[in-house]
């Protein structure tokens, strides 16, 4: 065993810079490595799994080191590429790896636990010396086995319980505990089979014998393994316990007896957690515009490392996905497809597991632990075990969270959909763009990029435009089919003739009807969920609010409340106004929830169902209504922008958007890309297969630029009126963003705290910060907040800016009247 006294440098999931060196015990010498999960304690109580980021020889010179309790791992689970990649996030979003650590370990894999006290078991709990605090915690330790330090407080009756645990660990009466159970387990399936006795042919039939004599259950059993296995076919096949015991009543009762005879015996075998199917050889031939495309792209990762591909709604851009993806595993290469929406996912992975089988797997947040972890082992190892079979992943599709696997070779990253926010994550930290991110992950492995999309980000297509990227462009849908007619419906001059039913304009309505009498399809777009916007009251105007957040409460029927879709606070709907007692309270606005409602008093025949957060929360949801929906169970989908998401419908021939005007007079530089976007991504979903689609904007002010931009399909017009504003007032692409916000739940001591900030900050950045303001929900779970945006040229100085403005921030906490002052930095906020 090696004697020379090691130090790890530790990564532990926390918002705390680091690593935190400990020291290595002995016995650990030779089998510690980075990338290792090691136990070590940290404060007073906790206990946590970090990772060993680094091993040395260097004590520490500020205080001594604790010691690692344990190792968890026998092999790396992190590699040491990954935490490069995680150092570059914390750098350049401006957070700590910690926090990337826990956004990109599965759940399984981040282990926390407090200290707990144990009952020595040599101890005597009657010790007549014992005071009556030391008497009731160890009269509690022997009625429960362990006990947290905050139970014993409790117990006790003492805030601070260390003194006391401390006293009575060196009267030898109780242990410490700090231990971490590793919570992942490989799955095992159960199969049955005969007894190497009872495998030879008169024993066999002695048992059915005797069976049919005395155990008439036994011998259904034995019916029932037989033509299970096949035991005089051909080819036998395995037995699973579970099927085996459903063939008998009473099945495992019954199975139990046989095993105890000698008769079966049971063995086990490792299986994945996911159903893998056989891939189907399809062959893609391209037409002229798909080849063009090809070609292009080609050409393009000769001279860039990143392409675009602008190619228009159902275009062929997944054929083109699928042969590129083609030749990079053929060449001992993985590939990551990232998507935004797991509802996204429900559909193309069918798509793509039909052309690589079980060589593609699928990672999101829906995925329980365990199965989270099995796609992070399947690419750490190069595989698992699956019913005897190893089953590896070349292939891994998934929302922005996949980028964090421990991939070995990666060699291309497509983004489809790469405009959406979505790829953007808010809170917690790190709070990164997930495209950006892994074009740098890209660059670290060698590997190459493709973008796609149908309305490209303003950003990409500048880069695109500039030279910085390649580009490819398919402008014809694929199969000859015509990009849909966009009609605008003036909802202004309708309610004024009062010719709206509801919420439809006469023209969306006699298209709805028109389509269901020709057995097609439907698919309505409103950007609110719910079934009321608000209640308010007719006689003095009041509407109920949140009372921890600065917005109004929306009214879900199904579940009957009045719901904040900040903090998620709910409140039954009063009978009257609690400000003037009158009853007329009316709602105003209308979600998802109530055009459900509506609907059916219209098209009684019709079967309708709705696609947003409220009915998609389950594992499984997003597949079902997709899946409904694409076998033509569901006659009209209504939903919020996860309808616009690049999902592929062949029966749709109308497309209706409720109200255009939310998305175009909301309050951001990016509000006009953003509604053309969403408007020419719904549209898209009408007229698959041969059949002009329809779609019907429905507006009060139906002669808006990016309207008629979405109209007449330019993309171009769009982009050219963007980027115009945008270098005139100094955004993206010319300048990066920087979002600082301060939050206390003290509004006064907010605004002196956040003037003070800003007022560093302009000193700093003269002319190019701005703020502080109120956003416009401006409170959030009892927490007041005020942005503080910094525009920084784009120059290759921008990293030490940074640091800069890092040095800002810490200084400003420093201050006493600061403290308890939250700054939230977020780095190219969408």
Same mark, same amino acid.
């Given at each position: ?104 370990? /599965? ?458 879709? !900040? ?179 003290? /509004? ?25 303001? !109120? ?56």
């Amino acid at each position: 065993m090696d004697q020379t006294t090691l130090f790890a440098d530790i990564l532990l999931p926390l918002p705390l810079e680091g690593p935190f060196t400990y020291r290595v015990p002995r016995d650990l010498n030779d089998s510690i490595v980075e990338g290792q999960r090691a136990v070590v304690p940290f404060g007073k109580r906790k206990v946590y799994a970090g990772l060993v980021k680094r091993v040395h020889t260097t004590p520490p010179q500020k205080f001594q080191a604790r010691y690692i309790h344990s190792l968890l791992d026998d092999h790396p689970v992190v590699t040491e590429k990954q935490f490069r990649f995680w150092e570059w996030i914390a750098g350049y979003y401006m957070c700590t790896e910690g926090e990337v650590m826990n956004a990109a370990l /599965p759940p399984a894999m981040k282990l926390s636990g407090e200290t707990k006290i144990a009952l020595n078991p040599d101890a005597d709990a009657e010790d007549e010396t014992l005071n009556e605090k030391e008497y009731a915690l160890l009269q509690a330790l022997k009625n429960k086995k362990l006990l947290s330090l905050g139970e014993a407080s409790n117990i006790a009756g003492l805030p601070k319980v260390l003194p006391l645990i401390k006293t009575l660990i060196e009267k030898q009466l109780i242990l410490l505990k700090e231990e971490l159970d590793n919570p992942w387990r490989p799955r095992l399936q159960h199969f049955v089979r005969l007894t190497e006795a009872f495998r030879d042919e008169e024993k066999l039939k002695g048992a059915f014998d005797q069976a049919e004599k005395k155990a008439p259950r036994q011998l259904e059993m034995l019916v029932a393994f037989i033509n299970l296995s096949g035991r005089y076919e051909p080819s036998q096949k395995e037995v699973p316990q579970r099927v085996l015991a459903a063939r008998v009543k009473g099945g495992h009762a019954v199975l139990q007896s046989m095993f105890k005879k000698g008769i079966f015996e049971l063995y086990s075998k490792k299986v994945s957690r996911f159903h893998h199917q056989q891939a189907v050889e399809n062959n893609i031939a391209f037409n002229e515009h798909q080849q063009n495309a090809w070609d292009d792209i080609r050409k393009g990762f000769k001279q860039n490392e990143v392409v675009l591909l602008h190619g228009v709604t159902s275009s062929g851009k997944t054929e083109l996905y699928i042969r590129l993806i083609r030749e990079t595993i053929a060449k001992g290469q993985q590939v990551l497809y990232l998507l935004p929406e797991i509802a996204l996912t429900a559909q193309i992975i069918n798509r793509l597991q039909n052309h690589f089988g079980s060589r593609a797997g699928i990672y999101h947040s829906r995925f329980n632990p365990m199965e989270r972890t099995e796609v992070w082992n399947n690419l750490l190892l190069g595989g698992i075990e699956s019913n005897g079979e190893k089953i590896t992943y070349d292939l891994v599709l998934g929302p922005r969270s996949a980028m964090f696997l421990p991939f070995s070779n990666l060699g291309l990253i497509i983004i489809d959909e790469e405009h959406e926010p979505s790829f953007k994550q808010h809170d917690p930290a790190p709070r990164y763009h997930a495209r950006d991110a892994a074009i740098y992950l890209a660059a670290m492995s060698g590997a190459k990029v493709l973008l796609g999309s149908a309305t490209p980000s303003v950003e990409t297509f500048f880069n695109a435009r500039s030279g910085k990227y390649g580009l490819a462009t398919i402008e014809k849908r694929h199969g000859g089919v015509m990009m849909p007619e966009i009609f605008v419906a003036d909802i202004r001059k309708e309610s004024k003739h009062k010719k709206m039913r509801s919420h439809f304009s006469p023209l969306l309505f006699d298209s709805i009807t028109e389509a269901l009498a020709a057995g097609e399809q439907v698919i309505l777009f409103q950007n609110r969920r719910g079934f009321s916007l608000r209640l308010e009251c007719d006689l003095c105007n009041w509407i109920p609010e949140c009372h921890q957040c600065d917005v109004t409460l929306v009214y879900h029927k199904k579940i009957n409340k009045l719901k904040c879709h !900040y903090c998620g606070h709910t409140a039954p709907p009063p009978p009257h106004c609690p400000s003037c007692s009158s009853t007329g309270i009316r709602m105003k606005g209308f979600g998802t929830e109530k055009i459900e409602e509506e609907l059916p008093l219209f098209f009684q025949d019709a079967v309708i169902a709705r696609m947003d957060l409220d009915t998609t929360r389950s594992k499984n949801a997003y597949r079902e209504i997709i899946s409904d929906f694409e076998q033509r169970k569901i006659d009209i989908l209504i939903g919020t922008q996860m309808v616009s998401k690049g999902l592929d419908f062949n029966n749709v021939s109308v497309v209706g958007i409720l109200n255009a005007d939310n998305m175009l007079n909301f309050p951001d530089f990016r509000s006009h890309e953003r509604a053309f976007q969403l408007m020419a991504q719904v549209s898209g979903r009408a007229g698959r297969d041969q059949k002009r689609g329809k779609v019907i904007i429905q507006s009060f002010n139906p002669h808006h630029a990016v309207i008629r931009q979405v109209i007449d399909n330019d993309y171009e017009g769009m982009y050219n009126n963007q980027i115009l504003e945008r270098r005139n007032f100094h955004y993206p692409p010319f300048y990066r963003l920087l979002k600082l916000t301060a939050l206390h739940k003290d /509004p006064e001591k907010l605004n002196r705290a956040a003037a003070q900030l800003a007022h560093v900050l302009k000193k700093a950045y003269p002319g190019m910060v701005f703020g502080p303001e !109120y956003p416009i929900v401006a409170r959030i779970r009892n927490q007041y907040m005020k942005n503080i945006l910094v525009k920084l040229h784009r120059s290759p100085g921008l990293p030490k800016e940074k640091e800069k403005i890092k040095g800002i921030i810490e200084k400003f906490k420093e201050g006493k009247d600061n403290k308890g002052v939250r700054v939230i930095t977020d780095v190219d906020p969408v």
